[in-house]
């Protein structure tokens, strides 16, 4: 299928790109897992790959939504939920785009529209032999998860590049007044953006770390999920992402 790629990672063998029609995901084993990566928010594709992977009643409006709040919701036999990510291009204000995830027994699949850099680089740094296998799917995601944070304080840092960059102008005086102020504002919208768009992405974070969380709970990945909310505290709480509203 066009803008899907499957990758089977297994801890006994070698990870490799496989096509998902060749993967019977009831067969695979403990030591087995099977990241689907559908790069477009098409209904038709949805519905080919979930069947493929037997996940019944998978709320389809919900995941090819990207006008929603990042949220989390709980089936028989997986859970799904989305949050936003941001892509930071030189020179330019970040942007958000919205990844979901739908994870069941031995496998994870991630939906989002266009390329997105950490699950591009994520896979070009695990090719070949590797002990991902030996994660659980949730474990897996909490991974996936974490590099999601990171685009946060990669895009931050670009602002803070930005920032420097200006602040050498202005000691050279080789910048206007106006050009000046009008880049700050700018600077500073984007900060807040960030903000807001990391902000409401608290109660997923929270509800997959939550002890209840069955599929969590129940797997070996409880431990990284209580550190990944950490992290995630860490990133709204430390104060970083008001860098641009001290006295310059």
């Not at 990944?228 to 001290?246: K, S």
């Amino acid at each position: 299928m066009e803008n899907v790629k499957a990758y089977l990672y297994d801890a006994s063998g070698k990870d490799e790109e496989v096509d998902l029609k060749d993967v019977e995901v009831r067969s695979l084993g403990p030591k087995q897992l099977l990241w689907v990566n559908v790069s477009e928010r098409d209904e038709k594709l949805l519905n080919a790959v979930t069947k493929h992977l037997g996940a019944k009643n998978v709320p389809c409006k919900s995941v090819l939504d990207v006008s929603g709040r990042p949220e989390v919701e709980r089936f028989e036999d997986f859970f799904r939920f989305c949050v936003d990510s941001v892509v930071a291009d030189e020179g330019q204000s970040p942007k958000k785009v919205m990844v979901d995830f739908i994870v069941g027994k031995n496998y994870v699949v991630t939906i989002h529209s266009g390329g997105i850099r950490y699950l591009d680089e994520f896979r070009e740094l695990d090719k070949g032999e590797s002990q991902l296998g030996e994660l659980d799917a949730e474990s897996f995601v909490a991974t996936l998860l974490d590099l999601n944070i990171v685009t946060y304080f990669d895009a931050l840092e670009e602002i803070e590049c930005e920032v420097d960059e200006l602040d050498e102008l202005v000691l050279k005086q080789d910048v206007e007044t106006d050009r000046f102020l009008e880049k700050m504002v700018g600077l500073r919208r984007d900060t807040s953006r960030l903000r807001k768009w990391l902000m409401p992405q608290r109660e997923v974070y929270y509800s997959l770390s939550r002890a209840d969380f069955q599929q969590v709970s129940e797997s070996d990945s409880s431990e990284h999920y209580q550190m990944l909310g950490q992290h995630f505290e860490t990133a709204v709480d430390d104060g970083n992402f008001m860098v641009l509203d001290r006295d310059r």
